[in-house]
Every structure is written in C-alpha cells, then in structure tokens.
C-alpha cells in the first residue's frame, strides 16, 4: 500500500502560494511519497498563470526541511537505488528551480542535509534569527546528492563550499547573509512574515516582466555571457510594447512630476534597507 499523500500542503496569499512540506513528527525529512507529491505539484504551479512568487516552507519548529528520510531511504539497499533517487530529486529540483516565477525559502528553524540543498534550489532564502544551515551530509558517510554542491559553489565560491561541505559546521542566518547564503534575516518567529512581505513586493509588478527578469538570471547563471544577453534581449524587446510599459510611459509623459513624487514616497529613509 503507497504512502497517504497530504505531506505537501499549499495556502494562497493573493498572488502568493505558500508550499509547506507537513511532516513535523519527521522534522519534514523528504520520503519518496513526498518526492512524488513536489513533483505533481510543480507541473501544477508551472502552469498557474495567476501566481506571481511562491513560498517554501516547513511545518513545526523542530526543523525547516531535514533532509531526505532516512527511515524510508534505508529500503534502497543497492547503490543504483540510491543514485536513482538522488538523480529524481536533482530532477525535481531543476523543475522547482525553473519554475517561471521567483521562489522563496522561508526558513524558519533549522534546515539540515537535504534541507539545505532544496532551499538552495529557491531564489531567495529568508532566515529567522538564531537558525542554521547544516550541510550534515559528511556526518552520514555521504555528500550532496541532489544537486547542492554545484549551487553552493556558484553562491559562495570553491573555498567557502568546500569549507561549509567537508566541516559539516553550523552556518548561522547571519554569517549565511554575509556569503550570500541568505538573502535576509528575519526576527525569530517570522521568517515565513517576512517572506511574504517581499513575495507582496514582487508580485505587484507585471508578472511577465519578473518572469523575464527570472529567465534571464537563470540565463545568466548557468549560460555563456551570449546566449544570457540573448534571453535579457528577446525579454526587452516582449515587454516593449506591453500595455504595462507604455501605460507607464504615458503616465510619465502626462505628470512626470506626479510620478517622480510616486517614486520618491516609496524610497526607503536613510538608513533603511
């Protein structure tokens, strides 16, 4: 009999959905169940026209994601089981990665293992204070499997990857926004808040536009420097003539100075972020 499948709940939040992985009695260790029910709803979120950001998150506070599930991986008793799980979630992860809106980790209490390697997957990573990032990996006889190594190196650099890879160390939220690791750090408690404030900051611009804006960061990370200005360039000209850019123009053109001061009100004060 196949596991029951309500481990992946989903919430939307206007033009937001909130994804939480609910297996807080696992910490919300990754089973090959909860592997099938990402996979099913990535073909889902791909084709909602209507969301513009979406959210990841775990349930309970004992852990963000932690890892894969030993329990239910200790049946893969051959290598080849193993390298065929670890080669499905590299796959699941590419398809969460490429996903035509931003995606965010709200990263609420500790992500170990696999954990760490599937919020590396999401654009953005917000911390809570006082949580950490723990590549555990090592401790277990084992290494990334599921594409975390190569997207560590292109946040931190070779160094610092194989530092935080070979110690297994604790990266606090801090030290991880100083590397880049973490886009923000939140209050304890509020990571997930604070997540949906910058998915509400993303979502009320056009949707094509950040979905071009996307796509051709993508480009630009995994690309040649040609075929990156190639998608930056076909994005630019798409958007030209959108009713949005030339409503914009015409607003521009028609009060500047009432646009100016639109502008200005939004500009964060001195010494704000």
């Not at 932690?66 to 992860?93: H, N, V, W, Y």
């Not at 654009?123 to 560590?152: I, N, P």
């Amino acid at each position: 009999m196949s596991e029951p499948s309500w481990h992946v709940e989903r919430d939307r939040a206007d033009r937001t959905i909130v994804v939480r992985i609910d297996r807080p009695e696992a910490r919300n260790a990754i089973s090959r169940a909860t592997m099938n029910e990402l996979d099913d709803l990535i073909s889902e979120l791909a084709e909602d026209s209507q969301i513009g950001c979406v959210v990841l998150t775990g349930a309970g506070d004992k852990a963000f994601i932690a890892g894969g599930d030993l329990k239910d991986f200790s049946r893969l008793d051959t290598p080849q089981k193993g390298q065929e799980m670890g080669k499905r979630m590299q796959e699941i992860l590419n398809r969460w990665e490429s996903l035509p809106v931003p995606t965010i980790a709200a990263i609420g209490a500790n992500a170990y293992g696999g954990g760490c390697e599937i919020a590396l997957a999401c654009d953005l990573r917000v911390m809570a204070a006082g949580t950490h990032l723990v590549f555990s990996q090592a401790r277990l006889g084992l290494l990334t499997g599921w594409g975390g190594a190569s997207r560590l190196v292109g946040i931190v650099g070779k160094g610092r990857a194989m530092e935080i890879l070979t110690t297994g160390r604790y990266v606090s939220a801090e030290k991880a926004q100083a590397m880049g690791l973490a886009t923000d750090v939140a209050p304890e408690g509020y990571a997930l808040a604070h997540a949906l404030d910058l998915a509400r900051q993303i979502t009320r611009h056009p949707r094509e536009a950040i979905r071009g804006m996307k796509e051709a960061v993508l480009a630009g990370t995994y690309e040649t420097k040609a075929r990156a200005q190639q998608v930056e360039n076909e994005w630019f000209g798409k958007r030209w003539n959108s009713p949005e850019h030339k409503g914009a123009v015409a607003r521009f053109l028609g009060g500047g100075a009432a646009v100016s001061s639109s502008i200005k009100e939004e500009a964060p004060k001195r010494g704000e972020g």
